[in-house]
């Protein structure tokens, strides 16, 4: 069919959330290589006096590279691919012009107001969810206007039936909204108390166990409706792109859709394995992640099929390569979560290394390889001119491929050691190991995570230097390229 | 037959929602009566305490510490009994916890003393010399948010019924009223710290962070 | 096999050993239920991630696209309708079944709870080790109070039981002068020994000087006359007078079980109780660990 030669697309909003992803990404993954340097080298705790400790500055590394990063680039390929797969361009409306530009507006003001918050201590301290209320009642703000977008995009489209895409846009849409209202239910002290203390200050609204239940709930499904949703939405759309491939089988992409958004909230507990929310519960988060581990792979084996045949295009393609290799990068973390979920493996990997680095392979590997290539092949498009440097491209996805298998494999050994020597007993029935010794022995592990680190911001800042060139001096296209992109 | 669901986005989008809302149903609220009962004799967290916890979040001890003690041997041989449901029914939020760079504090209150966390706070190398923990010197000068952490108490007791006594309102009057019991508990703990700096401050009135922290890793027992 | 697969396999084959060939190193009991699950786990991501992403892998080279193509096309993208993989189907399907299944049967059948399983574990572990504790000679006490002493007192005493420069009680002597005088000022009632409290101030000025100097240096040379008072309740040799108080000349089981019970405040800082933290066989371990520790 003739795709869109007709229709001109405006990028602008696409164009203002790919700066915020670069910046961001490039903010978070510096700060995550110092948290990573900290665990190895404790005396870079005293860089910046109190807000440079490890703990302070953890929980901004995720919060950026979650809220700052990934958002970012779930917002700016939302608003590229949409339009093209709707056939209407944000031209067409400047309703919708008008609160695209606002949710970026608003989102600006939030993440600065998230990053300053964070390191001035204000936090609630649960996971994924530290930002306190003023911050919440912003996000609810932000990401209600992003679906007006979707929904207002779709209400003027001319291509009738959704494409997978967007089915995973809509998903990501709804699943947080629904799971962060309720995660963040809280009452502001300040309110409460006739005017006593900080205005920031608020008590959760469930306690103990419950708030762990709802806690977990949304804690396991930011994972995935925010690493695997949205992101699977970006491989359904730049792998067959980039490639001139069609998916390899539409019954495959449905039944891993609808599979995984029936089995994914179920798992939720397998973060409470052992804990004291009640044993059935804890069981079906066991039993359901493992389930998980099919519709997952449906969306990365149906990727690598549409590539049935195209040996050619994986060794001359760097941003192949980097789809390929994120497709089998989920792989990897969607059998190793199940298989971590599993209770007798949890005893031992649970509060172990071993979570961060399955945590890593599926957020370096998976997420951030799908949104630097989806960047890439935006850019071309939105600036119209060809990708600066393939070499420099092909140079990134060794140095940061190197990191990612660095990062895993050493927390892989450090979390299984660690896990093991907690549990150990001597001969006579004792502990046979302090906590000390059980820290002492990860330093090499995590010196080697930390080059890790160092290699993977490497990379980003290169990934950051040839998106900037492409923006700016690259030579000038005069026409759109169909599939794969130019690069000199 | 899906196809028919792909052309209508609003049905679309109403299916994904139930199908992803249902989990959460059968998961979450059949549990919501039971957790939440505390345990006979869980006493709140006094007001000091209460600060003492707001450090831990301010400082986010949790990106380290658990305080989640499992049904293991191992683990109740070193940190101590299992750690049961309603032990937690006044922690607004839980801090679990989902990572043990350092020990789990379920029951670090048992073991550990006053004057040990002082001297490990300000430098935990001089305690433990393997120790990757940062020091938290700033707890010593930083003056803990006292007020905010009444307000808490007055909040949880009038909203979700925590048994705090009487003289817990939500007043200025009420809060002026009270700050010299919040004072006396800080100075049980001074007492026991050799930091002339702290024993001054809190002498003069004010409470230094470290003083409330200490307060709050007492309490976990 | 292709070379992309046996390049994979020997990744995931390295990955394995080397996390095996640590955690030997470290001593760890594989034969351990829990241990031995988790590596085959280990074993069974590595191998299978490796080994199925390759063989979709492979057939980039070695296979067309094929397939009929669906009406539609967004942006250019097709779709085939081509079946679902059958390997890919069948499991699905498996683990659905499994799932509801465990659900509707296997776990309410197998009624599981981790609270009995933990009984279950503390019963098994004591039947192990019950003849080994009750029957522990000096040197088997000896390395069992080593090793409880580094997990359970090192963090405040020292890895070496030195104190950590004033830090906690030095175990390398008994008490110093300062805590010695400390106590003859305020005198003590912590310890819960059949004799009771000691009183305050049972001697003054240079009396108590010499008496703690005498104490603090392991009560050797020449008891000084004012010991006289002290001899009453701790006996002549400081050691107790069988039990009644504390021995002040050198560490003890009975004394190292009075403060395990009841802690003790000093003149250094806070030693917590361990009250129920702690077996027999362990504080009995601990008082022979620690009386081996003095110089
Ligand atoms: C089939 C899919 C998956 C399952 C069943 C699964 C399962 C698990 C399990 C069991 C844990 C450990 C909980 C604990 O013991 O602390 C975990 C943690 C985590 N996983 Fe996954 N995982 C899956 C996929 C992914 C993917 C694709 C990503 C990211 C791209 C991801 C990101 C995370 C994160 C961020 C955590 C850490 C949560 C925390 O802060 O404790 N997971 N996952
Ligand atoms: C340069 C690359 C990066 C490095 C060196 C790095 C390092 C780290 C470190 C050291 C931690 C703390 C682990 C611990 O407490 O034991 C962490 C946590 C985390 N990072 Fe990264 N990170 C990087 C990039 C990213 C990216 C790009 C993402 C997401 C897109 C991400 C998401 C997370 C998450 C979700 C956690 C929390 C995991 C948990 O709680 O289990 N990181 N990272
Ligand atoms: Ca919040
Ligand atoms: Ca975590
Ligand atoms: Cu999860």
């Known amino acids: 069919m003739q795709s869109n030669a007709a229709l001109e697309y405006d990028y602008t909003v696409a164009k203002l959330f790919t700066y915020t992803a670069i910046l961001f990404g490039l903010i978070g993954m510096l700060i995550g290589t110092l948290i990573a340097s900290q665990m190895a080298f404790p005396e870079l705790n005293y860089l910046f006096g109190e807000y440079g400790t490890f703990s302070r500055l953890r929980p901004l590394h995720t919060n950026v590279v979650i809220f700052g990063f990934t958002v970012s680039g779930v917002f700016a390929t939302f608003y590229y691919l949409g339009q093209r797969v709707l056939k209407v361009s944000m031209a067409e ?35 994924y969810a530290q930002m306190e209320w003023p911050l919440d009642l912003l996000t609810v703000v932000v990401w209600v206007l992003w679906g007006i977008s979707i929904f207002g995009l779709i209400g003027i489209r001319r291509e009738k039936s959704l494409y997978i895409s967007l089915w995973y846009y809509i998903a990501c849409f709804l699943g947080v909204a629904m799971l962060y209202l309720f995660n963040n239910m809280e009452v502001p002290t300040y309110l409460a108390s006739g005017g006593l203390g900080s205005i920031m200050h608020s008590v959760s609204m469930y306690s103990g166990t419950n708030d762990a239940l709802v806690q977990w709930w949304w804690g396991h499904n930011a994972v995935a409706f925010v690493f695997t949703v949205p992101i699977v939405a970006m491989i359904y759309y730049f792998l067959p792109k980039e490639s001139g491939q069609a998916i390899y089988s539409y019954k495959l992409s449905l039944l891993s859709f609808w599979g995984l958004m029936f089995v ?64 089998t990068f989920y792989m990897l973390s969607t059998l190793e979560g199940p298989i971590q979920a599993i209770k007798s493996v949890n005893a031992i990997a649970h509060f172990t290394d071993w979570i961060p680095g399955h945590v890593h392979d599926g957020v370096l590997g998976w997420v951030a390889f799908m949104i630097m290539s989806g960047l890439f092949h935006m850019a071309p498009r939105m600036y119209k001119r060809e990708i600066y440097s393939k070499k420099l ?96 | 037959m899906f196809h028919w669901l792909e052309k209508n986005p609003f049905f679309f989008a109403v299916g994904v929602f139930i199908v992803i809302a249902f989990a959460g149903l059968i998961e979450i609220l059949p549990n919501f009566a039971e957790a939440s009962r505390p345990i006979a004799g869980l006493k709140p967290y006094t007001v000091l305490e209460l600060a003492g916890k707001n450090v831990y979040k301010k400082d986010t001890c949790i990106a380290c510490h658990s305080q989640l003690i499992r049904p293991f041997k191992s683990e109740t041989d070193r940190y101590g009994q299992v750690s049961l449901s309603g032990e937690y029914a006044y922690d607004r939020p839980f801090l679990w916890g989902s990572k043990r760079t350092g020990p789990d504090l379920h029951r670090v209150g048992n073991y550990r003393t006053t004057d040990w966390h002082e001297n490990h706070m300000w430098d935990p190398k001089s305690v433990v010399p393997q120790s990757i923990m940062p020091a938290y010197k700033h707890m010593f000068t930083n003056i803990a948010d006292i007020e905010t952490a009444y307000a808490e108490a007055v909040t949880v007791k009038n909203i979700f019924a925590t048994p705090y006594g009487d003289e817990i309102k939500g007043t200025k009057e009420a809060w002026e009223a009270y700050k010299p019991k919040v004072l ?24 230094p962070e470290i003083v409330a922290i200490i307060a709050y890793l007492n309490r976990l027992k | 096999m292709n070379s992309l697969m046996i390049k994979g396999l020997i990744f995931a084959a390295v990955l394995i050993g080397a996390t095996f060939a640590v955690v030997k190193s470290m ?93 279950e574990e503390v019963l098994a572990y004591n039947a192990k080790f019950e003849e080994i504790h009750k029957n522990a000679d000096a040197a088997t006490l000896q390395e069992m109070g080593e090793s409880i002493f580094l997990v359970q007192c090192a963090p405040c005493h020292g890895e070496t039981g030195d104190g950590l420069s004033g830090k906690a009680q030095d175990f390398s002597s008994r008490e110093s002068k300062e805590q010695v005088l400390a106590i003859i000022k305020n005198g003590s009632d912590q310890l819960k020994y059949p004799m009771g409290a000691m009183p305050a101030g049972m001697a003054q000025g240079a009396d108590a000087e010499e008496i703690a100097a005498y104490v603090a240096g392991g009560m050797k040379g020449e008891q000084p006359a004012s010991f006289g008072v002290c001899a009453g309740c701790h006996g002549a040799d400081g050691k107790g007078n069988g039990g009644t108080a504390p021995n002040i000349a050198e560490y003890d089981q009975t004394l190292i079980e009075h403060v395990l019970e009841n802690g003790r405040k000093g003149a250094i800082g806070t030693m917590p109780s361990f009250k129920g933290r702690l077996t027999p066989v362990q504080k009995k371990a601990l008082a022979t660990y620690l009386s081996s520790l003095k110089s």
């Open chain 1, 93 to 127: 409306s400047k309703f919708l012009m008008f609160i695209g530009k606002l949710q970026f507006v608003l989102y600006v003001i939030l993440a600065l107001g998230m990053v300053v918050s964070l390191l001035m201590g204000y936090s609630t301290s649960k996971e």
């Open chain 1, 264 to 327: 994914y909230l179920w798992a939720g507990s397998h973060h409470l394995l052992y804990s004291t929310v009640p044993d059935w519960m804890q069981t079906m988060g066991s039993v359901f992640s493992v389930v998980l581990i099919l519709p997952s792979w449906g969306s990365a084996i149906n990727m690598l099929l549409t590539m049935k045949g195209e040996w050619n295009q994986l060794t001359e393609n760097p941003l192949i390569k980097f789809m390929v290799l994120a497709s």
């Open chain 1, 393 to 488: 491209m092909e140079a990134q996805f060794w140095i940061q491929t190197t990191a990612v298998v660095l990062y895993f494999t050493s927390m892989w050994i450090a979390g299984i050691t660690q896990g093991m020597m907690w549990r150990a007993v001597d001969e006579y029935g004792n502990l046979m190991y302090s906590f000390i010794d059980t820290v002492a022995v990860l330093h090499p592990y995590y010196a080697i995570r930390a080059l890790a680190g160092v290699l993977y911001v490497t990379g980003f800042v290169m990934f950051a230097y040839n998106m900037i060139k492409t923006m700016s001096s690259s030579r000038e296209l005069t026409e759109e390229p169909q599939f794969r992109s130019p690069m000199a």
């Open chain 2, 184 to 207: 006396e508990e800080a100075k049980l703990i001074a007492a026991d710290m050799k930091n002339q700096d702290v024993k001054d401050a809190v002498a003069k009135g004010e409470i």
């Open chain 3, 27 to 119: 001593h760890i009991d594989l034969s351990d239920p829990i241990n031995m699950i988790t590596l085959i786990g280990a074993v069974a991501i590595a191998v299978l991630t490796v080994g199925v992403s390759i063989k979709y892998i492979n057939q980039m080279k070695t296979d067309k696209a094929t397939g009929e193509l669906a009406d539609e096309s967004w942006d250019g993208i097709g779709e085939y309708k081509n079946e679902l993989p059958s390997g890919w189907a069948f499991s699905f399907l498996g683990t659905m079944i499994w799932a509801m299944w465990y659900w509707i049967a296997g776990y309410p059948v197998n009624a599981f709870s981790q609270i009995g399983q933990y009984n």
